[in-house]
């Protein structure tokens, strides 16, 4: 494939979201997540699991929820919202804990079911009152890779310090391509700067890159942006997913000889491709690999012990 060289996409209609599943959570909302595989740098952080699954559709072509939620007819997003908000309570009065991150995108888009199951305003509110004002280091996540729409009620809020938006944005005609259900790169570059101006909290992943993309012109406008911290990472598929979700875009990664490892672009290709961004974007602020491997961080130079990625505070 040609790289390509514009970062404006074509106009883009939303496709309709997928029905989903109203129901309550047996399972406790809060838990701790340990990173897999054990070879990557990563850190541990705790997850609100407030929904399973997506409701942009379709999903993107490499979804790792294909394979993780691959028992499902559909996302099933959780009602019991007073018991989630009671949890997530009692984990903002904890000390002492692995993490103080809770990252509300870890199953499922943190922002897509808004329409369907308000929280996020509830959620904003409780760390409002029981992280912000008394100091406390407890930071909610949220993941998205929305735009206006999904964003709505954050535009309408005034800004938490206990909260970080986190927008996965990938370069405009790959987006087009294999996220047909997200909003555009041009709605969620949009809509941070919207959110940055307005006093919130910031981050931007440049996750899965794809080959045959030229990701420097998106570099330059997150550049721009001036994030509080950028996160990269690279296509990479699980063994479950090529088994669940077959896809031509994973045809070009290679199988790794231990099956607990991620299929992956060679080395020499992903290092070229990480560096094409970090030459614009050091300076601008902290920038981390995502589910990537020590030597890779070696490689690009970036600091693996201290590692402030997107998931960490």
Not at 203 to 213: E, F, K, T, V
Request: proline residues 9%; positive net charge.
């Amino acid at each position: 494939m040609t790289p390509h060289r514009k970062t404006r996409p074509p106009t883009k209609s939303r496709a309709p979201r997928a029905a989903v599943r109203l129901r309550p959570r047996k399972t406790p909302f809060v838990s701790i997540l340990r990173t897999t595989p054990p070879t990557t740098v990563c850190p541990n952080f705790y997850v609100l699991g407030h929904a399973n699954g997506c409701a942009f559709a379709p999903l993107c072509s490499y979804c790792y929820l294909k394979s993780s939620l691959w028992h499902l007819d559909g996302p099933h997003v959780f009602t019991n919202t007073d018991s989630m908000l009671d949890e997530v309570r009692a984990w903002i009065a904890k000390d002492g804990l692995e993490s103080y991150v809770l990252n509300a995108g870890n199953l499922s888009d943190s922002l897509v079911f808004e329409d369907s199951r308000p929280i996020v305003p509830l959620l904003v509110e409780l760390f409002r009152e029981h992280a912000e004002k008394p100091g406390r280091p407890h930071t909610l996540l949220l993941v998205t890779k929305g735009g206006a729409r999904e964003a709505g009620t954050l535009l309408d809020a005034p800004p938490c310090a206990n909260v970080i938006v986190s927008f996965s944005v990938n370069h405009p005609e790959a987006a087009e391509r294999y996220e047909k259900g997200a909003a555009s790169t041009r709605d969620r570059l949009e809509t941070a700067g919207r959110l940055k101006r307005a006093g919130w909290r910031i981050r931007l992943r440049i996750d899965p890159m794809i080959r045959g993309y030229d990701y420097t012109g998106l570099a330059r406008e997150v550049a721009a942006l001036k994030p509080e911290r950028v996160t990269l990472g690279s296509l990479r598929a699980e063994a479950n997913l090529f088994r669940h979700a077959p896809h031509p875009v994973f045809e070009e990664l290679s199988k790794p000889d231990d099956p607990r490892q991620y299929a992956r672009y060679p080395w020499a290709e992903r290092v070229a491709m990480y560096n094409s961004v970090l030459d614009i974007l050091r300076g601008v602020c902290p920038l981390a690999l995502c589910e990537e491997t020590p030597q890779m961080w070696d490689e690009t130079g970036l600091d693996k012990v201290g590692a402030r990625c997107n998931c960490n505070v």
